[in-house]
């Protein structure tokens, strides 16, 4: 088993002896996504969908939740993936979410950026998939978040709170959650790495409630995640840290970026840079990091 982290003063980013090389262009690869949580479970023991023998109605609020998808699984429908013809998988992200939260099955909700999902499986599921990926010539992506985390904290009172411009600075900061208050702060609770408990980390404004207004999509909370921000240094430096770390320990060879467009731009492109330039300097030319920005085509210009 590994370590449990606490801080990003603990990562090793020694880079490893020998790494996978990236492809010379990205271009030429076929790029298979998939939601983790919905994909394979890692079981034979369930039949294959039938529409005619199916229960009608299936309950909504099940629906939303964890269905029991793994890395394992993926692991073991690399074959399949290959002989569809792709090279690549894009995965969810597989970072820890809130464990008493049964919603987050997306991945998008990270309560610790330095551990895997149990749920999705352990660290070392992770390094089996690249390495079993890479025997077989292909490339792996993971999804990562810099905008946001997920619902570690609340506002006084635990009230939803809204973006107002007039609102003279960010709004006070409540509580960190924890799952079972009674037992004491565990690693279940807050954020981590340790640096993200720094209240000052957040930008603190309430929730986005005008996603066609500029400021609100820059500096309001994504529905219940809660936003970081990362125009300051330290949180920066800490999540480039942190996905430098993931690079290290696993051989990826790529990141898709979440909500790029509710991102500071050059914020965003320190990130990116420093990426790249560590990749390159353990031995992956070619690193690969591509973004989400979802709008109209004059938003779309910018990028």
Known sequence: MSKQMESVSELDLTPPGEVFPSPRDWRDQFIYFLLVDRFDNNQDNIPPYDPHSAPRG?????????????????????????NLGCTAIWLSPIFKNRQEKNDTYHGY????FLEVDKRFGTLENLQELVKQAHARGM???LDIILNHTGDNWAYPGDYPYYYWH???????????????PTRGFQSDDAAWPKELQDRECYKRRGQIWNWNDPDQAINGDFQSLKELDITKPNVLDTLIKVYKYWITITDIDGFRVDTVKHMESSATALFCNAVREYAKRIGKHNFFIFGEVVGDDLTLQRY
Do not use: H
Request: proline share 4%.
């Open 139 to 141: 490339y792996l992506i």
């Open 166 to 180: 007039d609102a003279p600075g960010p709004f006070d900061f409540g509580f960190w959650r924890e799952v079972d």
């Open 109 to 112: 909700g990270i309560q610790n």
């Open 58 to 82: 299936r309950d909504f609020e099940q629906s939303k939740s964890f269905q029991g998808g793994n890395l394992k699984g993926v692991t073991r429908r690399l074959d399949y993936i290959r």
